[in-house]
């Protein structure tokens, strides 16, 4: 590919990559309903946990904090991969069309291309909602110590 088309591409891949994300979540909601709802119970809880463990350390009680937080990370790990496994199939599912399209009439190595940007883009989002997650984690610890310190 020459330099303003594989930068042509990129832009149309991205693009395609943010639609099919798009696609993936309203196919989920509408399809899936019952594994969603699934899954924000589940958060429910590990946020309840959250909370609970915020408490305990707010109150100096260190064995109800590690309690909460070993309840915490004994469902939250099962349930991240599993999240992750079933978005993650659903979302290439989707976007296989586009790859095998685009590898035939384009060019042969558009399939490398379009998973290294697919694999970034998820990549960048996964760690830029996990720095946000922390940040908000450390915000409310903050708060929570100073209302009760």
Do not use: C, H
């Not at 429910?44 to 350390?57: D, M, P, R, V």
């Not at 109800?64 to 349930?79: S, T, V």
Request: proline residues 3%; without cysteine.
């Amino acid at each position: 590919m020459n330099p303003p088309f594989l930068y042509f591409f990129i832009a149309a891949t991205a693009a395609a990559v943010v639609l099919t994300e798009r696609l993936e979540s309203l196919l989920l909601n509408k399809f899936f309903k019952g594994f969603v709802d699934e899954i924000k119970r589940a958060e429910a809880e590990l946020n309840e946990y959250y909370a609970l463990s915020i408490l305990a350390i707010a109150m100096n009680d260190r064995e109800a904090y590690e309690g909460f937080q070993r309840m915490a990370n004994e469902k939250y790990w099962p349930l991240f991969f599993r999240k992750m496994m079933f978005s993650t199939s659903l979302f290439f599912l989707l976007l296989t069309p586009y790859m095998l399209l685009t590898t035939f009439f384009i060019d042969p190595q558009a399939f490398s291309y379009i998973m290294f940007i697919a694999i970034a883009y998820f990549t960048a989002r996964l760690g830029l909602s996990f720095v946000i997650d922390s940040f908000n984690a450390w915000k409310k610890a903050k708060e929570t110590r100073r209302n009760f310190g």
